[in-house]
């Protein structure tokens, strides 16, 4: 079964500073790979996904995430950010589920981007 | 815009009791999924379902059953809740074929004293 590391719980971060989310799936032979994010007192949003081709893949509000095979690795990344980035993101891999042969999500634990004036 | 509802934000049973969680979606969408989400945990699939009365077990499905009657609405079900069912439960649904790119209603926090 696949799972998902996202390295830091939570990442303190002045405004207009870069930021970098570190997300790590296990191996598979081909994997696709999500981004959510999920504001204060509200549901998740997708922010972006990498099904195939390029591997820097580019999402909402000015966030990108660049897919790495040989790292297992797939980290979110924004130049600079604003206070209103502040919120939980969560990296997400697809997984084919038992004989139905079904998708679903598997998810990580989450980081807390916390974004200070 | 694709919209999926919770029937509450808040609700808080006693131990024992049987739970209802509603879900609906306006999007005509086939996949509705049912998460619980905590602290250091993420989200867990517990329920899933990609046809009118047609269910699959997620990875913690122990507790809980689920109810899908209308396309549009997807129930989870709490038997008789106990004090480690108190979570956020949040529900999804998406497109057949689009598993992947769910939509996700604002989530329901359950506190089971």
């Known amino acids: 079964a696949q799972s998902v590391t996202q390295l830091d719980s939570q990442v303190p971060v002045f405004e207009e500073a870069p930021v970098e989310l570190r997300c790590n799936y296990s191996?598979?032979?081909?994997?696709?790979l999500f981004w959510y994010v999920q504001y204060p007192n509200q549901g998740l949003q997708l922010l972006l996904k990498?099904?195939?081709?390029?591997?820097l893949v580019k999402g909402i509000n000015g966030f990108e995430a660049e897919f790495n095979k040989s790292q297992t690795s797939f980290h979110l990344r924004k130049p600079s950010v604003h206070i209103s980035d502040t919120a939980e993101y969560f990296c997400?891999?697809?997984?084919?589920?038992?004989?139905?042969?079904?998708?679903?999500?598997?998810f990580g634990a989450g980081t807390r981007l916390a974004v200070h004036p | 815009d694709v919209k999926v509802t919770q029937s509450s934000r808040y609700l808080v049973k006693r131990t024992g009791e049987k739970v209802f969680l509603e879900c609906v979606q306006d999007?005509?969408?086939?996949?509705m999924f049912w998460y619980r989400q905590d602290p250091g945990l993420g989200l867990r699939l517990i329920y899933f379902?990609?046809?009118?009365?047609?269910?699959e077990k997620g990875d913690i499905p122990e507790g809980y059953s689920v109810s899908r009657e209308k396309k549009e609405r997807f129930s989870l079900i709490l038997e008789s809740a106990s004090t480690n069912q108190t979570s956020m439960y949040l529900c999804?649904?998406?497109?057949?074929?689009?598993?992947?790119?769910?939509?996700f209603g604002p989530g329901t926090r359950l506190t089971v004293l």
């Open positions: 191996s598979s032979v081909s994997v696709y």
């Open positions: 379902s990609y046809d009118v009365k047609m269910k």
């Open positions: 997400a891999v697809s997984e084919t589920s038992g004989s139905g042969g079904y998708n679903k999500l598997i």
């Open positions: 999007m005509d969408h086939e996949n």
């Open positions: 999804a649904s998406s497109l057949e074929g689009q598993a992947d790119t769910q939509y």
């Open positions: 990498y099904l195939s081709g390029s591997t």
